[in-house]
C-alpha cells in the first residue's frame, strides 16, 4: 500500500487559516446549534480523565475527550483532546488549557489532519455567548462585564463586542488584579471601548447589560440580588453562582442539557444532583431558539441565564473550517502517517 499523509497545523497554521476570525466562528456555531437542534449529529458523553473528585479539577487538573461527527454542510467527524491545569499560569507561566484535535475523513474513517485545538477551542467557546447573546442578550446593551481575565472571556469579548454593536464599556474583574490590568491592556487595543478593573465582582454584574462568568473558582461569586432586570448571564465557567441566580432568573437556556447533567460540574447540574432544580425550568437549548422554534428574548425586563458546557460537534465543525481553509491556501504541514502501512 501507498504511503498516506495526514495535515499537520500548528496554533500559527490555525490562526493563519482563519481560526482566529470571530465573525466565521459566530456563524459556524449558528450553525451548529441548528443542525444540533435538528439532530444532524453524533455526540457520545463528554470523557473526563482526572485524578481524583469533581474538586480535584481545579487543584491538579484534568483532560477531557471529546468526540463528535456533525452533519449539514460539515460532515465532519473527530476529536478534541484538551487538558486544564488551573495553577499552569500562575505556578508555571504556562496556559491553563491546550488542546489537540484529529480530524477524520466521514467515509474512510482515517485520521485526516492534527491541528492544535486550544486556540479553536477558545473561539468556538466565544462565538457560542456570541450566538447567544444574538438572540437573548438586549439588542442595545452598553455594559459588559467580565468576572475572570483569563483565556476565555479575551475570546468571550470579541465576540460579544461583535454582536453586541452598542457596547461601550466594559469591567473586568479577577482575583488577580494584575491579570485584569494585563486584560485591560491586550484587549483594549482591539476596539474603541472603555475598559475599567473593577475591585469586585459585584462591580462587574451590579450596572451589567450581559455578565461573564469564566473563571476557575470552585466556590459560587455571583449573588442573585447583584442583577439587574433586563440582563443576560453567561455563564462559562463550572461553580460559579448561588442557586438563587438560577432560581430567579426567568429563563434558562443552555447548550444541552442532556451533556451538562453528564458533566456534572456545572451549579446548574449540581442544583440538579441535589434535588434543587425541576429540569422542566429549562426554558430551550440554543438550537430550538436559533431554529425559530422559541423564542429568545421577548421583553426588555427578563433577566435570562445562558450556561454552555460546550460540545465535541463545535470544535469540529470549526476545525473542519480552517482545515478546508488551510487546504485552499497550502498552509500547515504533510506529514506521512505511514511510508507502507505494515499491515492492509
Ligand atoms: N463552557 C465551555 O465551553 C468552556 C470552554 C472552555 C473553558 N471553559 C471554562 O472556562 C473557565 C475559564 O477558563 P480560562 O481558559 O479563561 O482560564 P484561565 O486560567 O485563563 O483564567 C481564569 C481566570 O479566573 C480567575 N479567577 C479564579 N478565581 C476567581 C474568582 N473567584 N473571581 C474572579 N476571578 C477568578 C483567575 O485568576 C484567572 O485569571 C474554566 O473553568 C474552563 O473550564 C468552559
Not at 442595545?140 to 460579544?160: D, E, F, P
Amino acid at each position: 500500500m501507498n504511503d498516506y499523509e495526514i495535515t499537520f497545523l500548528s496554533q500559527s497554521d490555525v490562526r493563519q487559516a482563519s481560526g482566529f476570525d470571530m465573525n466565521q466562528a459566530i456563524h459556524v456555531m449558528e450553525r451548529v446549534f441548528a443542525l444540533h437542534d435538528s439532530g444532524d449529529y453524533v455526540l457520545p458523553n463528554k470523557t473526563v480523565l482526572r485524578w481524583g473528585d469533581n474538586e480535584s479539577e481545579t487543584v491538579i487538573g484534568r483532560i477531557n475527550s471529546m468526540p463528535g461527527y456533525i452533519g449539514g454542510e460539515f460532515n465532519a467527524c473527530g476529536i478534541k483532546w484538551i487538558s486544564s491545569s488551573p495553577q499552569n499560569p500562575f505556578k508555571r507561566g504556562l496556559p491553563r488549557a491546550a488542546g489537540l484535535i484529529v480530524l477524520n475523513d466521514p467515509e474512510t474513517l482515517l485520521p485526516i489532519a492534527v491541528m492544535d485545538g486550544t486556540l479553536i477551542s477558545a473561539m468556538r467557546t466565544g462565538a457560542n455567548s456570541g450566538v447567544a447573546a444574538k438572540y437573548l442578550a438586549r439588542p442595545n446593551s452598553r455594559v459588559l462585564g467580565l468576572i475572570g481575565a483569563g483565556v476565555q472571556n479575551r475570546t468571550q469579548y470579541m465576540s460579544l463586542s461583535t454582536v453586541l454593536p452598542h457596547l461601550e464599556t466594559v469591567k473586568v474583574y479577577d482575583v488577580d488584579v494584575s491579570r485584569a490590568q494585563r486584560f485591560v491592556k491586550e484587549m483594549s487595543t482591539m476596539k474603541p471601548m472603555t475598559f475599567e478593573v473593577v475591585p469586585n465582582a459585584e462591580e462587574a454584574v451590579r450596572e451589567s447589560d450581559v455578565f461573564v462568568t469564566a473563571t476557575v473558582t470552585k466556590n459560587p461569586i455571583v449573588k442573585a440580588e447583584w442583577i439587574r432586570e433586563g440582563s443576560l448571564y453567561v455563564h462559562v465557567g463550572s461553580n460559579e453562582c448561588h442557586f438563587e441566580v438560577i432560581e430567579q432568573t426567568d429563563k434558562i437556556v443552555v447548550d444541552d442539557w442532556t451533556e451538562l447533567k453528564h458533566r456534572g460540574v456545572e451549579t446548574i447540574s449540581i442544583m440538579y444532583q441535589e434535588g434543587r432544580f425541576d429540569e422542566n425550568r429549562i426554558y430551550a437549548q440554543l438550537g430550538e431558539v436559533v431554529n425559530g422554534k422559541k423564542m429568545g428574548r421577548e421583553n426588555e425586563h427578563e433577566k435570562i441565564y445562558f450556561n454552555s458546557v460546550g460540545l465535541g460537534i463545535e470544535d469540529v465543525a470549526l476545525a473542519k473550517e480552517v482545515l478546508s481553509y488551510a487546504r485552499i491556501h497550502k498552509i500547515g504541514k504533510k506529514i506521512n502517517l505511514w511510508d507502507a502501512a505494515v499491515f492492509v
